[in-house]
């Protein structure tokens, strides 16, 4: 099974099917008011109508039921020999994929999506003294939302660290939500590596779990209510996020919105900003994190659990060009000669580097849903 996908378009044209000079064809008020026309009467209409188009056009053609929908992407998985070349072919065209064969079992992720649905069981005064705000830490509310007495509101969401850290000691239990949290950072780690295989980088990026700081984004939506993120846009390098049942999400592409229906256990993988500026514009991105199609179903309750992979705050943004050959670094961990290599390389930095805390601040206060956050950048 494949995870299909759509994008939504805009409005074709039709073209003038009469040309400049050719009479339009004849109007109901020219007609003889008859309630019925027979067969014959409507074939004879049909052939003066097609005889008096201009030689050189033709009726358009019937758009294709599938007009709107785009090939699936493909289905990777670690077994496959051509699996680097597969993840850059993906990465580039699309952004997005889904994996297979991977080694989280699906009880695992049930276990954790269990109790990822008892943090929303909290009152409001638990979730604030639990997981205090510690940006992007923490739990966060919609200021909008209304507050239901028992602590069950809409557009909440809980930014973990890899350890689930609490503040307060509960009777709360989030074993398996941790075991869950790093397995899926590592499987994180080990896709950046080998894309960063597939793209030629000098050093193994994936290999330094220091580099990197991961994140578990858990948000709580209802079947039949408006597709709404809960909680900020987040600038990060991969985002895992593991398709326990069938559920439709939407990504949100440079081009536009699209929809995904990735394979029941398998983990959809996105490619983030963060990424597309390391690959200086090679590889396509995702604005943000998955978001579900909640649909006019039933009123059960939907828990969705994102694995950021990203970068620490004190971290700089920059493209990671090869380094031109002779060329060393001077062994400065700011000296960008390491990444990027000197100003002749003969590949041009489409973009400038960046504060990554200046720009995570700025992505997730602000709205971006219409222009590219990285345009600022881009040289």
Same mark, same amino acid.
């Given at each position: 099974?494949?995870?299909?996908?759509?994008?939504?378009?805009?409005?074709?044209?039709l073209p003038n099917?009469?040309?400049?000079?050719?009479?339009?064809?004849?109007?109901?008020?020219?007609?003889?008011?008859?309630?019925?026309?027979?067969?014959?009467?409507?074939?004879?209409?049909?052939?003066?109508?097609?005889?008096?188009?201009?030689?050189?056009?033709?009726?358009?053609?019937?758009?294709?039921?599938?007009?709107?929908?785009s090939p699936p992407?493909?289905?990777?998985? %670690?077994?496959?020999?051509?699996?680097?070349?597969?993840?850059?072919?993906?990465?580039?065209?699309?952004?997005?994929?889904?994996?297979?064969?991977?080694?989280?079992?699906?009880?695992?992720?049930?276990?954790?999506?269990?109790?990822?649905?008892?943090? %929303?069981?909290?009152?409001?005064?638990?979730?604030?003294?639990?997981?205090?705000?510690?940006?992007?830490?923490?739990?966060?509310?919609?200021?909008?939302?209304?507050?239901?007495?028992?602590?069950?509101?809409?557009?909440?969401?809980?930014?973990?660290?890899?350890?689930?850290?609490?503040?307060?000691?509960?009777?709360?239990?989030?074993?398996?939500?941790?075991? %869950?949290?790093?397995?899926?950072?590592?499987?994180?780690?080990?896709?950046?590596?080998?894309?960063?295989?597939?793209?030629? %980088?000098?050093?193994?990026?994936?290999?330094?779990?220091?580099?990197?700081?991961?994140?578990?984004?858990?948000?709580?939506?209802?079947?039949?209510?408006?597709?709404?993120?809960?909680?900020?846009?987040?600038?990060?390098?991969?985002?895992?996020?593991?398709?326990?049942?069938?559920?439709?999400?939407?990504?949100?592409?440079?081009?536009?919105?699209?929809?995904?229906?990735?394979?029941?256990?398998?983990?959809?993988?996105?490619?983030?900003?963060?990424?597309?500026?390391?690959?200086?514009?090679?590889?396509?991105?995702?604005?943000?994190?998955?978001?579900?199609?909640?649909?006019?179903?039933?009123?059960?309750?939907?828990?969705?659990?994102?694995?950021?992979?990203?970068?620490?705050?004190?971290?700089?943004?920059?493209?990671?060009?090869?380094?031109?050959?002779?060329?060393?670094?001077?062994?400065?961990?700011?000296?960008?000669?390491?990444?990027?290599?000197?100003?002749?390389?003969?590949e041009k930095r489409?973009?400038?580097?960046?504060?990554?805390?200046?720009?995570?601040?700025?992505?997730?206060?602000?709205?971006?849903?219409?222009?590219?956050?990285?345009?600022?950048?881009?040289?």
């Amino acid at each position: 099974m494949s995870m299909a996908f759509s994008t939504h378009k805009q409005h074709q044209h039709l073209p003038n099917l009469y040309g400049a000079t050719a009479a339009p064809p004849p109007t109901p008020s020219a007609q003889p008011n008859h309630h019925t026309v027979t067969s014959s009467a409507a074939a004879d209409a049909l052939s003066n109508l097609l005889h008096r188009l201009p030689p050189t056009l033709s009726l358009p053609k019937r758009r294709s039921s599938t007009s709107a929908t785009s090939p699936p992407p493909p289905t990777l998985s %670690f077994s496959d020999p051509n699996f680097n070349h597969l993840l850059l072919s993906s990465g580039s065209e699309l952004g997005f994929l889904q994996l297979t064969n991977h080694d989280i079992p699906s009880q695992l992720a049930n276990s954790a999506e269990t109790e990822s649905l008892s943090l %929303f069981e909290l009152t409001r005064d638990q979730k604030e003294s639990c997981f205090p705000k510690n940006w992007p830490l923490g739990f966060d509310a919609d200021d909008d939302d209304e507050e239901e007495e028992d602590g069950d509101g809409k557009g909440e969401s809980f930014c973990l660290d890899t350890e689930c850290s609490t503040e307060t000691t509960t009777d709360l239990s989030l074993t398996s939500l941790r075991e %869950f949290t790093r397995a899926l950072e590592k499987l994180g780690l080990k896709i950046i590596d080998k894309l960063a295989d597939a793209m030629g %980088f000098d050093n193994s990026i994936g290999e330094d779990p220091t580099r990197f700081r991961s994140l578990m984004w858990i948000s709580e939506g209802l079947h039949g209510d408006h597709d709404k993120p809960s909680g900020g846009f987040y600038p990060y390098v991969i985002g895992l996020q593991y398709q326990i049942r069938c559920q439709k999400y939407s990504l949100l592409k440079d081009s536009g919105s699209v929809s995904v229906s990735p394979q029941v256990d398998s983990i959809m993988v996105t490619l983030g900003d963060i990424a597309q500026v390391w690959s200086n514009g090679k590889l396509s991105k995702v604005r943000g994190r998955p978001m579900a199609c909640l649909g006019d179903g039933n009123k059960s309750r939907f828990v969705s659990m994102s694995l950021l992979v990203t970068l620490p705050c004190n971290s700089r943004v920059t493209p990671l060009l090869p380094k031109v050959v002779g060329e060393e670094g001077t062994g400065d961990e700011d000296d960008e000669s390491q990444v990027c290599g000197s100003k002749e390389e003969q590949e041009k930095r489409l973009f400038n580097s960046f504060s990554f805390e200046d720009y995570a601040w700025r992505v997730y206060n602000e709205s971006y849903l219409f222009n590219d956050p990285l345009d600022r950048y881009r040289i």
